[in-house]
């Protein structure tokens, strides 16, 4: 036992020593909480992105499956394809247009030389295509009845 008053002191100064530390101890504690409640937060913002671009990715994929299928018959159909009258022809005796191989040709009037005549025109193309038969020009009518006929 020694002075009262100086053991009062010395816990006073245990107690706010310890306080102090005790406080130090939470302030690292919240700064510690703050930044993995920070860093948790950007988690779940880049797995919401993930999950949106993984979404993205899937329709993206169903989409270009589509298109190869489209292309592949495309290609299918284009293999198939006969020139007559200087234009393609499938075996169902439809016309595809010259340059782009597409079908949905519209019958249009078309001069050659000083003639008129029935041609084709294909939206890849502004004027439509003559067609020709030895060295004449043929009404595309007519080579469509003509290629209708052949089947
Ligand atoms: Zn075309």
Redesign the pocket.
């Known amino acids: 036992m020694g002075i009262p008053f100086l053991g009062e002191i010395e816990k006073l100064i245990n107690e706010h020593g310890s306080s102090k530390i005790l406080q130090e101890r939470i302030a690292l504690a919240n700064d510690q909480y703050a930044a993995l409640e920070k860093e948790l937060s950007a988690s779940k913002t880049r797995e919401a992105q993930f999950e949106t671009e993984n979404l993205r990715l899937k329709l993206d994929n169903e989409q270009l499956k589509t298109q190869v299928r489209e292309l592949h018959d495309q290609i299918h159909e284009i293999n198939l394809l006969t020139v007559k009258y200087g234009v393609y022809w499938d075996k169902d005796g439809n016309v595809y ?1 010259p ?4 079908p949905g ?1 519209k019958v249009a009037w078309a001069t050659y030389v000083r003639q008129q005549v029935h041609g084709l025109k ?4 502004d004027s439509p295509f003559i067609l020709m038969e030895n060295g004449e020009p043929i009404h595309a009518q007519e080579a469509m009845k003509l290629m209708a006929q052949q089947r």
């Open positions: 247009c340059k782009c191989k597409t040709l294909c939206t890849c193309s």
